[in-house]
C-alpha cells in the first residue's frame, strides 16, 4: 500500500481526477489538505480543475486565515477548515457534484446504505445536510450536526463533502458512493434495490465496527 501522501500535488492529481471521472465540470468543487505543519492547503476560487496547477492552491493557518501571496480561496474554504477543527483524525476533505450522488441530493433522498455490504461496511451512515446557499459560509453550520456520524455527507440540492486521514482515501469515498448510487439508480428500474436483512445488516455493522477500531488503536498515523 502507498504512504499517504498530503501535498500540494496530490490536491492537483485529485482535482484532475475528479474532473476526468465527471465529478466535477469546469471551475466546480474543491479539495484540501492539512499539512504536517497544521496549515491548510486548499483550492482557489474559480479555478478549472481540468487544467489546476500547484500555483493555484491557497495556504491558510489553522484559523483559516490566508497566507500572504496567496490566490483568494474557494468560496467554501470556511467548510474545510471547520471540519479540520472539529476532527483531529482528518487530513484532507473533497467537495464534488458526482452525477448519481448529486440526483439523490437534489431529489432530497438519501443513498441508503443498507441494500449493498460494501456501502455499508465502509460508510455506515450517510447523512443528508439540509440546503445551504453555497459561498455563503451557511454550509459549515448546516453541515455541523452531522460532522461526527460519518466521513461523507450528501448536501441537499447540492452535491457531495467526502473526508479521511488522507487524500486518497477521500476520493475513494467519493469514487464507492457514486458507484453505489448508480447502481441504485439502475435499480429502480428494475423495481428499486431490496433491503439487507436486519440480522446481515447488524453482522455487517459488526464488522464496520471491528475495522474502525482497529483503525483506531494506531495503525492509521499521520
Ligand atoms: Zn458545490
Known amino acids: 500500500m502507498r504512504s499517504p501522501r498530503n501535498d500540494g500535488r496530490a490536491v492537483v492529481e485529485i482535482c484532475r481526477r475528479m474532473?476526468?471521472?465527471?465529478?466535477?465540470?469546469?471551475?466546480?468543487g474543491n479539495v484540501s489538505v492539512r499539512l504536517r505543519s497544521g496549515e491548510i492547503l486548499v483550492t482557489a476560487t474559480r479555478v478549472r480543475k481540468r487544467e489546476i496547477a500547484t500555483g493555484d492552491l491557497v495556504r491558510l493557518t489553522p484559523g483559516g486565515v490566508r497566507v500572504a501571496g496567496s490566490p483568494?480561496?474557494?468560496?467554501?474554504?470556511?467548510?474545510?477548515t471547520l471540519i479540520y477543527s472539529k476532527r483531529s483524525d482528518i487530513n484532507a476533505v473533497v467537495h464534488a457534484h458526482p452525477p448519481c450522488c448529486s440526483a439523490f441530493a437534489v431529489a432530497g433522498k438519501r443513498l441508503r446504505v443498507g441494500a449493498i455490504p460494501e456501502v455499508l461496511v465502509e460508510f455506515g451512515?450517510?447523512?443528508l445536510v439540509p440546503f445551504a446557499v453555497p459561498g455563503?459560509?451557511?454550509?459549515?453550520?448546516?453541515i455541523t450536526p452531522h460532522l461526527m456520524?460519518?466521513?461523507?455527507?450528501?448536501?441537499a440540492?447540492?452535491?457531495?463533502?467526502?473526508?479521511?486521514?488522507?487524500?486518497e482515501e477521500a476520493y475513494d469515498l467519493v469514487e464507492r458512493a457514486e458507484h453505489a448510487?448508480?447502481?441504485l439508480l439502475l435499480a429502480e428500474s428494475l423495481g428499486g434495490a431490496g433491503n439487507l436483512s436486519p440480522r446481515d445488516r447488524r453482522e455487517l455493522?459488526?464488522?464496520?465496527?471491528?475495522?474502525?477500531?482497529?483503525?483506531?488503536?494506531?495503525?492509521?498515523?499521520?
Open 19 to 28: 474532473y476526468e471521472r465527471g465529478y466535477v465540470v469546469a471551475t466546480e
Open 157 to 167: 440540492n447540492h452535491g457531495v463533502v467526502s473526508c479521511a486521514a488522507d487524500l
Open 205 to 222: 455493522r459488526h464488522i464496520r465496527q471491528t475495522r474502525t477500531d482497529g483503525q483506531r488503536h494506531g495503525v492509521r498515523q499521520r
Open 125 to 127: 451512515d450517510i447523512p
Open 149 to 155: 456520524k460519518s466521513n461523507f455527507f450528501l448536501l
Open 72 to 80: 483568494r480561496p474557494s468560496s467554501e474554504a470556511a467548510l474545510h
Open 181 to 183: 448510487a448508480r447502481i
Open 136 to 142: 455563503t459560509g451557511k454550509l459549515p453550520k448546516a
